[in-house]
């Protein structure tokens, strides 16, 4: 895609090949590659959406926000690690992702946990599961499991 450098709303990323929001710095349109800009705030939602090359990401510890469905139908991703500074993850992020088996969240982070080898999303406020994959072990003390998460391959 091609972005004119006078658009005041949208912005080339430069050798990433992203587009994304000038003003949110929100990634609008998927990477070629498995890394984004350092710059960019938020991964926007769809933003890998139906991406089958996508097998696992290095998401940059400066973003601070996943939107939802912005790995949707991603078939072939296996992994994801979640650093410190994600502070809000929308609900379905991984929905149609049929082959992700690892989930990781850097233990820094101060609103989500995946304790040992939970292999899920959980929010540390509420102790709700919000989002697994097919490694999903419900860790002692969760309270609840979020209504819109399929249950598939949980072992408790």
Known sequence: MNIDEANTTYEKSG??????????????????IQR?????????????????DLKSIE?????SEIQVAAFDDCSNLTA???PAGVD???????MGC???????????????????????IIDKGTMTLL???NNTVIPEGV??????????????
């Open 15 to 32: 050798r990433f090949e992203c587009d994304r929001r000038k003003s949110s710095k929100t990634l609008v349109a998927g990477c070629k």
């Open 143 to 156: 309270k609840r499991i979020h209504k819109m998460y399929h249950l598939r391959n949980v072992y408790t």
């Open 131 to 133: 989002e697994g994959s």
């Open 98 to 120: 049929s082959t992700l088996n690892s989930i990781t969240i850097d233990s820094a982070n101060r609103s989500y946990e995946s304790p040992g080898n939970a292999n899920a």
């Open 88 to 94: 809000k993850i929308a609900l379905g992020v991984f």
């Open 59 to 63: 998401i940059p510890d400066n973003v």
């Open 80 to 82: 994801i690690h979640i």
């Open 36 to 52: 984004f800009p350092m710059m960019s705030k938020s991964l926007g939602h769809t933003h890998f959406c139906g991406c089958s």
